[in-house]
């Protein structure tokens, strides 16, 4: 892993090296922990930060979920994170602000732990998606029986592990997995898309996230002229689709080429694929006005 200088921790810019937490830290035994991933990029304006305030909203759902009070403000680690960019100077990279319950005792009820909240940043260079194998995984992603709609839990990701463990060890790329009502729900990180005649569709389902990335498809790809909406969607019709692609703020989108051992259309990244991503990489690098909305610049 590549490091940096500085990692944020409670409002303190501590050395990589000394950005520890104590082993009775609560969120280490119950994934009592709920973080974003965001991503920064270059552009010819300078580093800006795609989807901010989503993120941050997203951020303080997840908190409030666990029944977490946050030190900050929302605007508080908005400049925080920005600063924080700027000063590692990772250019393109990663950005993951986690707010955990700390040192407190060692019952489950979180009841007067503190929520401390760390910002991490890790530069990236250029990353670019590769083509993945995916299959769909004998686990079922938790529900809104299990877990609160929207919120991006650590301990919701024991889930993801397992399913991940499941698929690599039978030599796939990547899991997927259906809800607990036989619906296409999400990948272990990522959100998926179908392509069908020439239309794409997001699959709907109340027990995957709502990614950023998934809503911010759906705008742009209207916008190139290629018709999109949300519908629930079975494993069955999901294996028919001319072409699929899990996205997400750190996969960007990656083409799905093989599904369960059969191809996805020609075996290729699809053509509407591949015209989303371009646009995609257009719209986070500050190529296309209509969506300069969308960028926080570090200044
Ligand atoms: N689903 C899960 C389980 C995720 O962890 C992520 C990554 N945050 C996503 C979907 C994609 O969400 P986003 O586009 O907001 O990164």
């Not at 009592?32 to 795609?50: L, R, W």
């Not at 995957?208 to 290629?226: D, Q």
Request: charged share 25%; glycine share 8%; aromatic share 10%.
């Amino acid at each position: 892993m590549k490091t940096t200088k500085f990692i944020w921790m409670d409002g303190k810019l501590v050395k990589w090296k000394n950005a520890k937490v104590h082993i009775m830290t609560h969120a280490i035994h119950y994934g009592s922990a709920v973080f974003e991933g965001i991503h920064a990029y270059e552009t010819n304006k300078g580093t800006a930060i795609f989807r901010l305030d989503d993120h941050i909203n997203r951020l303080f759902h997840s908190a409030s979920a666990l029944g977490m009070k946050l030190k900050f403000s929302k605007n508080q680690l908005k400049k925080s994170i920005k600063k924080l960019v700027k000063i590692n100077n990772i250019g393109d990279g990663y950005i993951r602000p986690i707010a955990y319950y700390g040192y407190g005792n060692i019952g489950v009820y979180p009841k007067g732990i503190p929520a401390n909240i760390a910002i991490i940043t890790i530069p990236w260079g250029h990353y670019y998606s590769t083509n993945l194998r995916i299959k769909i995984s004998e686990y079922r992603r938790h529900s809104e029986r299990s877990s609160v709609y929207g919120a991006k839990i650590s301990g919701n990701y024991a889930n993801s592990i397992l399913a991940m463990y499941e698929v690599r060890k039978k030599g796939y790329d990547e899991a997927l997995m259906l809800d607990l009502d036989n619906y296409v729900s999400e990948g272990p990180a990522e959100n998926i898309f179908m392509v069908k005649n020439k239309t794409l569709i997001a699959p709907k389902s109340r027990s995957a996230l709502p990614g950023i990335t998934r809503k911010s498809i759906l705008e742009i790809s209207k916008g190139i002229g290629i018709k999109a909406y949300e519908k629930k969607v079975r494993a069955k019709e999901l294996k028919n689709a001319d072409e699929l692609f899990f996205c997400g703020t750190a996969t960007e989108i990656a083409p799905v080429i093989a599904i369960d051992g059969k191809r996805v259309g020609n075996g290729k990244a699809g053509e509407i694929t591949l015209k989303i991503r371009q646009k995609y990489r257009d719209v986070v690098r500050g190529k296309d006005k209509k969506y300069m909305k969308w960028l926080a610049y570090i200044g």
